[in-house]
């Protein structure tokens, strides 16, 4: 009887663990994928890195240090064309309290009070990490590419997903179904072009 590998990944989100498993479910990869709740003594990890990639490998490597598993960990944000970038990794902190949802959304949203809609290009990225215990990292980045709204609408999502009308669509992150949200997400992509490596190193 061969035995499944397991994965741990980086979130107390049940939402993300289930995301991710079925994102490798339906990619044929048969793992037992647990989130950190799995392994309380492991402590959270600061985000001290300086690009999303980075952030996602502090936690990945920590994670895979501490359990002697393969992690997986990622990082995202909001990235504005005319603040060139930012929030980036400051996204869930950007009005100084880190995950105020909407302290930080109405803080970005009153600096492009007098940008009209021409230039308000922004986008979501993420970057996901999968580290091994003997040090070997692969790193995928993915991006969710759209324009940013003047006023909050929908009661969906989280974080900037009120503001954030992605391109091709009509309507804002927060008005789509999850279903939708995760076909086209940042995470869900950068999940997805994770599959591959965690092929190749786990089998």
């Known amino acids: 009887m061969t035995t499944r590998p397991r994965l741990v990944l980086a ?3 049940a939402h993300k663990i289930t995301e991710l498993h079925a994102i490798l479910a339906s990619a044929g990869l048969d793992v037992d994928l647990v989130g950190a709740d799995a392994y309380p003594d492991v402590p959270d990890v600061k985000e001290t890195g300086t690009t999303f990639a980075a952030n996602a490998l502090l936690k990945a490597h920590a994670l895979a ?3 002697g598993l393969p ?3 990622d990082d ?3 990235c504005v064309d005319v603040l060139g970038g930012a929030p980036g990794i400051f996204s869930a902190r950007w ?6 949802d909407r302290a930080n959304l109405e803080l970005l949203l009153a600096q492009l009070s007098d940008i009209d809609d021409a230039h ?3 986008h979501f990225a993420c970057a996901a990490a999968l580290a091994l215990p003997d040090g070997t990292e692969r790193v995928v980045e993915a ?3 759209g324009t940013l709204r003047h006023t909050p609408v929908g009661d969906g999502g989280f974080g900037y997903d009120p503001i954030l009308q992605p391109l091709g669509d009509t309507r804002t992150c ?3 179904t999850p279903d939708e949200k995760n076909a086209i997400s940042h995470r869900g992509n950068a999940f997805r072009a994770l599959v591959p490596v965690v092929r190749e190193l786990l089998g």
């Open 11 to 13: 979130t107390r989100n």
């Open 71 to 73: 992690a997986i960990a």
């Open 76 to 78: 995202s944000g909001l």
């Open 174 to 176: 927060a008005e789509l």
């Open 95 to 100: 009005s100084g309290t880190h995950g105020h």
């Open 120 to 122: 308000r290009g922004a």
């Open 65 to 67: 240090h501490a359990t």
């Open 143 to 145: 991006q969710l590419l």
